[in-house]
């Protein structure tokens, strides 16, 4: 299978949650790198809406992902 998109939040504390979407691979932009690597502890990542391909090129979409930064 391969990721063709999905959405990634992030909420911290204090601070308004941001979204991001990237729908044109299965790979964390840029931004999105930047913004686990300025995470504080505590910190909440939501990978949602995960949709993918199988080699009959079916789509179909993925469980989310829930990660606490410690």
Known sequence: MT???FE???Y?????PVVLRN???G???EE???RIS???TGSKV???????????NDSHFLSPLSITIK
């Open 23 to 25: 729908s044109k691979s």
């Open 27 to 29: 790979a964390f932009t």
């Open 12 to 16: 911290q504390k204090n601070m308004k």
């Open 8 to 10: 990634f939040s992030v």
């Open 3 to 5: 990721i063709t998109s």
């Open 32 to 34: 999105m790198q930047t």
């Open 46 to 56: 939501f990978i949602e809406y995960i949709k993918c391909v199988d080699k009959n």
């Open 38 to 40: 300025t995470c504080t």
